[in-house]
C-alpha cells in the first residue's frame, strides 16, 4: 500500500474514533507500528492530525489546557452536567473541588447552601463562591496562570490533610480501556489526591471526552465512584462503564 493510499485510511480512522494509541491503529489498519509512526510523523506536519504522547487525534480534539479553553467548549451540557452534581450536595457538606471547567458550573448552585464547606484549588470557584455563605478553603501552593490553579507538592500535602465527603472532579479523557486521562501531571496528580480523600467521588465529565484517550493515564475506572455527564453519551460507551462498575448520572 503507498502513502497516499495509507495516509488515507490513517486519517479516516482516527476521525471515526476521534483518537488512537500507535498500537491500536496498527491493528485496525494491518500495518506495523514502525510504519504508523513514520506516516504519523508526515500527517501531523501537514498539520491533518495531531501527536499525542504514544498515539494520535483528530484536529478538533487537541487538548484545551487553559481553563478558559475548557470553559467554552460544550457549555450547554457542562451546565446542565454542574446542576445535577450539585443536586448532590447536601447541607453541612465538606466538598472537594478541583479546578476542572465543568465542576466550576456548580458553583451558582451551591451559593445558598447551609454550612457548607468546599476546599479547591481553583482561583475561579474561589472568586464565584467569595461573596456567597459557603467556607471556602484555598489549597495552597504554585500557580499555574493558565488553569487558574494552585498544584505541586505544598497543595498535594494540603489536600492530605484533610477529608471530605464529596469529592467533584474532572477529566481530560477516559476509556472503559484505559481509564481515567489527563492532559498533564499536575492535573492529574491534584485529581487523585482528591479522590483519595473523600467518601465518595463524583467524576463531571461532558460526553465528548468519554471514549477519547488523553496525553496521561493516571488512574483506574475504581478510582471513582459515579460519572456524571450529557445524553450524548454512546449506549456501547455507557454499558461499558456499567460493566466496570460506575454508576451513570445523565445530565
Known amino acids: 500500500m503507498s502513502f497516499p493510499e ?37 500527517i501531523a506536519e501537514e498539520g491533518l492530525l495531531t501527536r499525542t504522547h504514544g498515539g494520535v487525534m483528530k484536529l478538533d480534539d487537541r487538548p484545551l489546557t487553559s481553563f478558559s479553553g475548557k470553559q467554552s467548549a460544550n457549555g450547554q451540557a457542562k451546565q446542565e452536567i454542574g446542576r445535577i452534581a450539585a443536586g448532590l450536595v447536601r447541607d453541612g457538606d465538606t466538598i472537594f473541588m478541583d479546578c476542572g471547567s465543568t465542576v466550576f458550573t456548580m458553583c451558582p448552585h451551591l451559593k445558598k447552601m447551609n454550612g457548607l464547606t468546599v476546599v479547591t ?42 477529608h471530605a465527603d464529596k469529592a467533584f472532579l474532572g477529566v481530560d479523557g477516559l476509556t472503559p480501556e484505559n481509564g481515567l486521562m489527563a492532559s498533564g501531571e499536575k492535573e492529574a496528580t491534584i485529581t487523585k489526591a ?44 455507557k454499558k461499558a462503564l456499567i460493566k466496570k462498575g460506575l454508576k451513570i448520572h445523565i445530565a
Open 194 to 237: 482528591f479522590a483519595a480523600n473523600a467518601d465518595s467521588v463524583y467524576l463531571l465529565c461532558d460526553s465528548s471526552k468519554i471514549g477519547r484517550n488523553a496525553y496521561m493515564k493516571f488512574g483506574p475506572l475504581s478510582m471513582i465512584g459515579h460519572l456524571l455527564t450529557d445524553k450524548g453519551l454512546h449506549a456501547g460507551l
Open 6 to 42: 495509507r495516509k488515507k485510511r490513517i486519517i479516516e480512522t482516527v476521525y471515526l474514533s476521534g483518537s488512537l494509541s500507535v498500537l491500536a491503529l496498527a491493528r485496525k489498519l494491518k500495518i506495523s507500528p514502525a510504519t504508523i509512526r513514520r506516516d504519523l510523523h508526515s
Open 121 to 162: 484549588n481553583s482561583l475561579p470557584v474561589v472568586a464565584e463562591l467569595m461573596d456567597s455563605p459557603v467556607q471556602i478553603n484555598l489549597i495552597g501552593g504554585e500557580l499555574d496562570k493558565g488553569l487558574m490553579a494552585a498544584h505541586g507538592q505544598k497543595a498535594l500535602d494540603h489536600i492530605g490533610s484533610y
